[in-house]
């Protein structure tokens, strides 16, 4: 049995009691890094073993699947949130899946939706694309193929190419484009900064540094222009 367990992003307090009772009961978690969730499970009270799983490494993969076969379970978990939301655990879900082992996926701490949730951009429906690639021909693909969708678009940024992404995007996209960047999502200096992304950018040049764990929200111009749009229709009239 495989259970996959999201993690803290940030605020311990955010972890699940599914979450703690099932970290109890497994007899191994399979984690990214054993220092990190050494750290989460002690402050806990809980002791297991651990085993760290290496996406790419197949003996690493091969390891947690002759684990399973044996018939014992273990909770796949990573640093923070997710597993296999731009994180490890894809390809041993899929082989598990594939074997017949079953699998329990638990809800749980997810910086795409808090972020989506506290930037007010329209996320009714939107476009995750995680981590972009790094050339520049890459991401304006990617950025343009999402905005065709005039959807808000969630995307995960290192702070140390944050100034840089946003200069790009404002010269691919034009001053019409809103950012909002979301930093240290549920950590003590957590906050939601911009607006169009003139603003946006002159308020990270103006902090310094940036530091911390980044989401960004982008929202192009027509899609804005489209909800206004929206916005001015009569809406449906109440049930009866």
């Given at each position: 049995?495989?259970?996959?367990?999201?993690?803290?992003?940030g605020n311990l307090k955010d972890i699940t009691l599914r979450a703690l009772e099932t970290l109890k009961e497994v007899d191994a978690v399979f984690c990214e890094d054993t220092r990190r969730t050494v750290n989460l499970l002690n402050h806990f009270g809980l002791q297991k073993k651990l085993f760290r799983y290496n996406e790419h490494d197949e003996k690493s993969v091969a390891g947690a699947m002759a684990w399973l076969r044996g018939g014992k379970s273990a909770a796949l978990v990573t640093d923070g949130g997710s597993p296999c939301i731009s994180d490890p655990g894809k390809k041993l879900v899929a082989l598990a899946r594939?074997?017949?082992?079953?699998?329990?996926?638990?809800?749980?701490?997810?910086?795409?939706?808090?972020?989506?949730?506290?930037?007010?951009?329209?996320?009714?429906?939107?476009?995750?694309?995680?981590?972009?690639?790094?050339?520049?021909?890459?991401?304006?693909?990617?950025?343009?193929?999402?905005?065709?969708?005039?959807?808000t678009v969630i995307l995960f940024?290192?702070?140390?190419?944050?100034?840089?992404?946003l200069a790009m995007a404002r010269e691919e996209f034009g001053p019409?484009?809103?950012?909002?960047?979301?930093?240290?999502?549920?950590?003590?200096?957590?906050?939601?900064?911009?607006?169009?992304?003139?603003?946006?950018?002159?308020?990270?040049?103006?902090?310094?540094?940036?530091k911390g764990e980044i989401v960004l929200l982008l929202r192009p111009p027509d899609a804005a222009e489209e909800e206004e749009a929206d916005a001015g229709?009569?809406?449906?009239?109440?049930?009866?």
């Open positions: 049995m495989l259970y996959i367990v999201p993690t803290p992003i594939q074997t017949g082992i079953k699998i329990t996926a638990l809800p749980g701490p997810s910086a795409v939706i808090a972020a989506a949730a506290g930037s007010g951009l329209p996320c009714d429906s939107f476009v995750f694309l995680g981590f972009l690639p790094r050339s520049r021909g890459k991401i304006v693909k990617a950025l343009k193929a999402a905005f065709e969708l005039k959807k940024e290192s702070p140390y190419r944050l100034k840089k992404f019409g484009l809103t950012a909002i960047v979301a930093r240290e999502i549920s950590k003590i200096y957590e906050e939601f900064t911009g607006a169009l992304i003139d603003e946006t950018i002159a308020k990270i040049e103006a902090a310094g540094d940036v229709t009569d809406p449906m009239p109440d049930m009866p």
